[in-house]
Nanobody
């Protein structure tokens, strides 16, 4: 079992950057695929980015492919989401999700998630 704690959210102006972190408890972090999702007010949760276990392959939603980068540091049990060129439409609660020996671009691909961190982008 793994527990996830997101951090790094906040208020930023359009065009600015933030780096989100997701710290995982437990062992065998390197065997977990990790994903970032977000949910804006009144909208459904949507996929943002994912990184596989093992080889560290990455996959992004088309809307964030260029300015966002997902990475992981297995020695620190942490996955990151570097967000550049932020836009007001990126405003949402960002969630980290995990699944052992699995990954994907839908919520069904994961079975652990954190409490989320708020990102607000002002125009």
């Amino acid at each position: 079992q793994v527990q996830l704690v997101e951090s790094g959210g906040g208020l930023v102006q359009a065009g600015g950057s933030l780096r989100l972190s997701c710290a995982a408890s437990g062992r065998s972090f390197s065997s977990y695929g990790m994903g970032w999702f977000r949910q804006a007010p009144g909208k459904e949760r949507e996929f943002v980015a994912a990184i596989s276990w093992g080889s560290g392959n990455t996959y992004y939603a088309d809307s964030v492919k260029v300015p966002f980068t997902i990475s992981r540091d297995n020695a620190k049990n942490t996955v990151y989401l570097q967000m550049n060129s932020l836009k007001p439409e990126d405003t949402a609660v960002y969630y980290c999700e995990a699944r052992r020996y699995g990954w994907g671009c839908t919520g069904a691909a994961y079975n652990y998630w954190g409490q989320g961190t708020q990102v607000t982008v002002s125009s």
